[in-house]
C-alpha cells in the first residue's frame, strides 16, 4: 500500500538528511543525545500512562500526598513535566527563589544545584522549578558523555590504542556501560528535578579527567563535585588512589613530592565544602549550621554504618531491610567484579554506599535513591554482559525492574524510594 502511493520514495530523501545530519554529529554525541532523548520518551510515556491508570484507583492519592499533587500541577498540567518534581524537588526550588540579602534559614541542602538554576529561570519566565529541571536534563547529557569516555577507557584497557585496543573498541564498551548505567534500578532519577544527576555528572567528569592525568581539570570539577552533595568533598580519597595507582603506588620521597606537585589541585575538592561551611558561617555565625538543620529536621545523627545495617536487616520493617540488601548488594557487587587496578573505584563505592547510612535510620526512605551514586556497578554489570545473551537477560530484568520501581516512584504509596 505504501509503494502504490510512492510514499516510500518521498521518504528515501528524508533519511537521507536524516543520516548525512547524523553524520556531522561529533562522536559519541550521536549516541549521547539518542540515549538521552530516546530514555526521556519512554519514561515520560510510561509515567504519564501509570499516573493516568492510578487515577481510577479509590483513595488516589493517599491523603498525606494531595497536597505534593497540588504543587506538581502548581508546576505545569502536563504531566509529563510535572512527574518530575517530588519532594526535595520543591525544597530546592525555595533554595532557588531565595533572596541572598535576606537572612537565611535553610542549611540542610548544599547550595550548587539550586544556585545553578538562578541564571536560568530568567530565561525561563522566572519558574525557578522549570530552571531547576532544565540543570538536571543538562547534567544528565553531560553524565552520558562522561560515562561514555570513562566506561570505554576502564572496559577496553586504557585510551583508545592502549593495550592493542582500538578506538572501536572503547566506543562499543563505552556504550554498553552507558546502557547499564541508565538501566540501574532508580535510574529513572536522573530525568528528575533533583541533584542525582548533577552529582555524578561531578562525579564521572571527576574520574575523566583524573585519568586523563589532567589534575588541574579535576580539581575544579571536585570543587563543585562537594558543593553538590556532602559526601562529595570524600571522593578526594579514590582521586587520589587514581594519582597514585599511576605512580604504581610508590610511596618513595621522590613520588611523594610528585603526588604533591602533580596533584595539588585535589585541595580543591574539600574545599568546595569549606566554602559551603564559610557560607553557613557567614550567615548564620555557625560554621556546622547545616549539620545542626539536618539533625533537628530529619533527626539525622552520625553513625557506625555498619550499625545502621545492622539496625534495618534485623530490626526494621520489611521494606527497611530490602533497602539495607540493596546496599549489601551493591558492595559485594562491586567488591567481586572490581579488579585490583580500578581500587580507587572499589573506595568510591564504599564511601557513596557507607556515608549515607552513618546519616543513621532516617536514611532508609531515601537508601534506594542514594545507591545510584554508586556507577561502578554498571561498571561491573558492563563487564559481565560482554556475553551477548547474559548482556540480554540482564538489560531485560534490569528494565523490567527499574519500570516497577519507577511507578512505585510515582504513585509514592510506600515511599519506598525518596
Not at 516510500?8 to 549516541?31: K, N, Q, Y
Not at 565544602?273 to 555565625?285: D, E, H, I, N, V
Not at 573506595?347 to 556507577?375: D, H, N
Not at 556475553?387 to 527499574?402: C, I, N
Request: with cysteine; glycine share 8%.
Amino acid at each position: 500500500m505504501a509503494d502504490r502511493f510512492g510514499l516510500r520514495d518521498r521518504l528515501r530523501p528524508v533519511g537521507r538528511w536524516t543520516s548525512r545530519v547524523a553524520g556531522r554529529v561529533p562522536a559519541p554525541w550521536g549516541f549521547v543525545l539518542a540515549v538521552f532523548v530516546g530514555s526521556k520518551v519512554v519514561l515520560s510515556l510510561v509515567g504519564v500512562i501509570a499516573l493516568s491508570a492510578w487515577d481510577n484507583v479509590p483513595g488516589a492519592p493517599p491523603a498525606d500526598e494531595t497536597m505534593m499533587r497540588t504543587q506538581q500541577h502548581a508546576i505545569s498540567p502536563h504531566r509529563w513535566i510535572s512527574l518530575w518534581f517530588a519532594w526535595d524537588s520543591f525544597l530546592y526550588d525555595g533554595l532557588a527563589r531565595k533572596p541572598l540579602d535576606q537572612p537565611w534559614r535553610d542549611f540542610g541542602f548544599p547550595l550548587l544545584y539550586p544556585f545553578l538554576a538562578r541564571p536560568f529561570a530568567p530565561l525561563l519566565g522566572g519558574h525557578t522549578t522549570w530552571a531547576l529541571l532544565l540543570v538536571s536534563n543538562i547534567a544528565l547529557v553531560l553524565l552520558l558523555y562522561y560515562a561514555h569516555q570513562l566506561g570505554g577507557r576502564l572496559l577496553s584497557g586504557g585510551a583508545p590504542g592502549a593495550g592493542g585496543e582500538s578506538i572501536g573498541d572503547n566506543a562499543v564498551a563505552g556504550r554498553r556501560f552507558t546502557r547499564y548505567l541508565l538501566l540501574l534500578p532508580t535510574a529513572f532519577l536522573f530525568q528528575a528535578a533533583l541533584t542525582e544527576s548533577l552529582f555524578l555528572c561531578l562525579a564521572l567528569a571527576a574520574f575523566w579527567y583524573a585519568e586523563q592525568r589532567r589534575w588541574l581539570l579535576v580539581g575544579i570539577v571536585g570543587y563543585f563535585l562537594a558543593l553538590s552533595r556532602s559526601v562529595g568533598f570524600l571522593v578526594v580519597v579514590p582521586l587520589a588512589l587514581v594519582l597514585m595507582r599511576q605512580h604504581n603506588y610508590r610511596v618513595d620521597p621522590r613520588t611523594l613530592w610528585r603526588y604533591l606537585r602533580v596533584g595539588g589541585p585535589l585541595v580543591l575538592v574539600p574545599a568546595g565544602w569549606l566554602t559551603f561551611m564559610a557560607f553557613c558561617r557567614w550567615q548564620s555565625g555557625d560554621w556546622y549550621a547545616y549539620k545542626h538543620a539536618q539533625e533537628k529536621g530529619w533527626g539525622i545523627t552520625v553513625q557506625n554504618p555498619f550499625g545502621v545495617i545492622v539496625r534495618g536487616l534485623t530490626g526494621g520493617t520489611t521494606a527497611d531491610a530490602v533497602r539495607v540488601w540493596c546496599a549489601v548488594a551493591v558492595l559485594v557487587i562491586v567488591l567481586v567484579g572490581l579488579r585490583w587496578a580500578e581500587l580507587p573505584y572499589l573506595v568510591y563505592t564504599v564511601i557513596v554506599v557507607l556515608v549515607p547510612l552513618s546519616m543513621g535510620p532516617p536514611v532508609y526512605k531515601s537508601l534506594l535513591r542514594y545507591l545510584l551514586a554508586a556507577f561502578p556497578v554498571a561498571l561491573v554489570l558492563a563487564r559481565w554482559a560482554r556475553r551477548a545473551t547474559l548482556d540480554t537477560w540482564l538489560t531485560a530484568g534490569l528494565a523490567l525492574l527499574q519500570g516497577v520501581l519507577f511507578v512505585v516512584w510515582l504513585t509514592y504509596w510506600t515511599h519506598f524510594i525518596i
